[in-house]
């Protein structure tokens, strides 16, 4: 059975700023800070208080401006950080503030949104992710033992080179990775026509034969953008399964998120995230492999129907909740007849009116 799911939902008409995030940045004072506050405990505030505010405090500080547009870099919709990234060069109007920001916040965007970039030469696509990274800028792609070398500001990957020996896990586990990296990119073929996948060794990289656990890694990544038709989605699933030997089980843990943003006269986000557990036994690679990949189609297909589930009552539950309430009585205010209330019978009494 599927968990009840929770839907985080964001939604704000802004058509003039479609690209920034819905969400308040730092607190700072100056109205370079805050260009909105689409929050509804910011929006209640009084706009007096900024005013007031700015004309106490000096100019934001340098590193006050790194803060903020790091917050909005991260913060970008899926795909759509070098739109994001354009207008925060304009505001903060310095380019070495802005590369500095830069330089912290794209690496961290591409990582936590798992984006995939091409290799050259046609090897492939390499998924940018912590769990491939080996160190700066260089990122392992377990399933045609090369690293690729990623710019991360560009979104990028200009370089390509063999893994070595070291990089790489032992025969061993190699053998479960591969068969499973197998399975997963067929379910990821069927199920997410734009979906690339990997499988990396989370832990236990060295294990040699049996009665030596470790861990590997299942990271989904699918993305659909088109701006030209105001919207962007991006589905992410990470799902870490623990091998262990001398219980003979395997438990597995899963991570599933999913992004979307439409900004066609106005700006609604989507971002709904879920966990999942999953056990089995432990089996030769080939029967594990099948097993795992077994078990993630049912999770993930649950999520998705949940997920569609939900989406279809906003219009009952969420959106209706932003619009205006009848009142108790749950009849519209007469208009035309508003004698019938005291109060207008009072003030009418009070001014003489109809005399």
């Given at each position: ?17 479609k ?15 805050t ?58 109007n ?11 916040a794209?690496?961290?965007?591409n990582k ?26 260089e ?5 045609t033992?090369h690293?690729?070398v990623?710019?991360h500001i ?32 067929r379910?990821v ?24 656990d470790f861990?590997l ?7 659909r ?20 030997d ?65 989406y ?6 969420t959106?209706?909740d ?23 019978r ?10």
């Amino acid at each position: 059975m599927s968990t009840p799911l929770k839907l985080n939902v964001k939604i704000l008409t802004v058509p003039a700023q479609k690209h920034l995030p819905l969400f308040s940045p730092p607190e700072y004072s100056s109205a370079s800070a805050t260009p909105f506050w689409p929050h509804s405990n910011q929006s209640q505030r009084n706009p007096t208080s900024f005013q007031m505010a700015d004309e106490e405090e000096s100019e934001l500080s340098e590193k006050q401006k790194i803060d903020i547009a790091k917050w909005f870099l991260l913060n970008s919709p899926p795909g759509e950080i070098q739109f994001v990234a354009e207008d925060v060069k304009a505001v903060v109007n310095d380019d070495v503030l802005y590369e500095e920001a830069a330089s912290v916040a794209f690496p961290l965007y591409n990582k936590s949104h798992m984006i995939s970039l091409e290799m050259p030469g046609g090897i492939g696509d390499v998924l940018v992710t912590s769990f491939g990274e080996l160190r700066e800028n260089e990122y392992l792609d377990p399933r045609t033992a090369h690293v690729a070398v990623v710019d991360h500001i560009k979104q990028v990957c200009p370089d390509v080179r063999p893994a070595l020996d070291e990089e790489l896990p032992s025969a061993y586990v190699e053998e479960f990775r591969c068969a499973l990296d197998g399975e997963i990119l067929r379910y990821v073929g069927e199920a997410y026509p734009k979906g690339v996948c990997s499988v990396y060794c989370g832990n236990g990289k060295d294990a040699e034969g049996p009665g030596s656990d470790f861990e590997l890694v299942v990271v989904i990544s699918a993305a659909r953008h088109s701006p030209q038709n105001f919207c962007n989605g991006s589905w992410r699933s990470v799902w870490s399964i623990e091998f262990k030997d001398e219980v003979q089980v395997l438990e597995l843990k899963g991570k599933l998120q999913v992004g979307a943003h439409y900004f066609e006269e106005g700006n609604v986000q989507l971002d709904a995230k879920h966990e999942c557990k999953d056990s089995t036994i432990f089996q030769s690679s080939e029967d594990s492999a099948i097993t795992i990949g077994n078990i993630i189609r049912q999770h993930e297909a649950e999520y998705l129907a949940s997920l569609e589930a939900s989406y279809s009552n906003l219009p009952d539950t969420t959106f209706k909740d932003l619009r205006r309430k009848l009142p108790v009585t749950r009849t519209l205010f007469p208009w035309q007849n508003t004698l019938q209330f005291s109060l207008t019978r009072d003030i009418t009494k009070e001014l003489g009116i109809g005399k």
